[in-house]
C-alpha cells in the first residue's frame, strides 16, 4: 500500500470512533482532543476573520483549518511534512479557498500572515526557540501566534517508557513557554486552561477505540491500536492527575510604534492626541 494509501486508510479507520466520541457539532475531522467550539474560541481570540491571512502549521489533514475556512472565511495555508496527509486535505477542501504545502517545519514556507495556528503540535517540537522565533518572524506587526500545548516538566525515564513515540514528546513548563515568547518578541494576550476539556475528550476517545477495536485493527494492525489506546489511557490519567496541563494560549507580535517625528507634541493646554499603541493585557479564561 503507498503511503497516501496508508494515511487515508488511518484517516477511515478512526473515523466512526471519532465521530462517537466528540460530541453534536464538535467534530470537524481533528486529529486531536480539540473541540470545534474551541477551534472557533481560540481563532476568534487570534482576530481570524474574513479575509485574514491564516498559516496554519503541522496541520494534516487540515480539519480544524478547513472548519476555519468554511465559518469565517480567512485566507488559508495549510502546512504539513506528510504529503499524504496533505494529500487528504486537498481532497476533503473540495472547493473551499485553501492552500496547501508539503514541509518540514521550521523554517516556515515564504511571506507574512496575519495569524499563524499550531493546533496540538507544540509538544512534538523539542527546539521550540527556533519554532517560535519563525512564528514571530512570520507574522505582520499585530498580528497573531495562537497554539495548544501540554504544560509540565519534562517526562522521567519511566514515563517515556510508558508513553509510545515517546521521542515526540516534549512537555514544557509554563514559565518557559512564556521566556520563550517573550525572547522571539511575543506578547501574551490571552491564557486558558483547556484540561479538564481534554482530559474527558481524551476518555471518550479511548472508550471509543476500544469499543471499536476489532475494525480498527483490521485497518491498522493490532500493535498500532494498542499503543493508540496506551497513549490515549496515559494522556487521559495526566491530565486528570495534572500531571500534565493543557493550555492554550493567544500571544502577538506588538504593532509597529509610530516613529516620534509623526507623533504630535504636548501643547501649553495639555497631550497631544497621538496613540499609544498599548496593547491590551492578558484576559481571564472563559472556561
Do not use: N
Request: glycine residues 10%; proline residues 7%; charged residues 20%.
Amino acid at each position: 500500500m503507498s503511503q497516501d494509501g496508508r494515511r487515508r486508510s488511518l484517516v477511515e479507520a478512526l473515523r466512526r470512533a471519532q465521530e462517537a466520541a466528540f460530541g453534536p457539532g464538535e467534530y470537524v475531522e481533528q486529529e486531536s482532543f480539540v473541540r470545534a467550539p474551541e477551534i472557533l474560541a481560540l481563532a476568534q481570540q487570534a482576530a481570524v476573520d474574513s479575509g485574514v491571512s491564516v498559516l496554519d502549521l503541522c496541520c494534516g489533514i487540515a480539519g480544524p483549518g478547513r472548519f476555519l475556512t468554511r465559518e469565517v472565511g480567512c485566507s488559508y495555508v495549510g502546512v504539513d511534512a506528510s504529503a499524504s496527509a496533505i494529500a487528504v486535505a486537498r481532497e476533503r477542501a473540495g472547493g473551499l479557498p485553501c492552500r496547501f504545502v508539503v514541509a518540514q517545519v521550521p523554517p516556515l514556507p515564504p511571506g507574512t500572515f496575519d495569524a499563524v495556528l499550531l493546533l496540538e503540535a507544540m509538544l512534538a517540537f523539542r527546539d521550540k526557540v527556533t519554532l517560535v522565533e519563525a512564528v514571530s518572524r512570520a507574522l505582520t506587526p499585530g498580528g497573531r501566534f495562537a497554539f495548544t500545548f501540554e504544560e509540565g516538566p519534562p517526562l522521567t525515564e519511566p514515563e517515556q517508557a510508558r508513553m509510545p513515540g515517546a521521542d515526540t514528546v516534549w512537555l514544557t513548563p509554563l514559565a518557559e513557554m512564556h521566556a520563550i515568547l517573550a525572547r522571539a518578541g511575543l506578547v501574551v494576550r490571552r491564557q486558558e486552561d483547556w484540561s479538564r476539556s481534554h482530559r474527558a475528550v481524551a476518555q471518550s476517545l479511548t472508550h471509543a477505540y476500544a469499543g471499536d477495536a476489532p475494525a480498527i485493527a483490521s485497518r491498522i494492525g493490532p500493535r498500532a491500536l494498542d499503543d493508540l489506546l496506551a497513549a490515549h489511557r496515559l494522556w487521559a490519567e495526566w491530565l486528570a492527575s495534572g500531571r500534565v496541563r493543557k493550555i492554550a494560549v493567544v500571544a502577538e507580535r506588538p504593532p509597529l510604534s509610530r516613529p516620534a517625528s509623526s507623533r504630535r507634541l504636548p501643547t501649553a493646554r495639555g497631550r497631544g492626541a497621538g496613540s499609544s499603541g498599548s496593547p491590551v493585557g492578558v484576559r481571564a479564561g472563559q472556561r
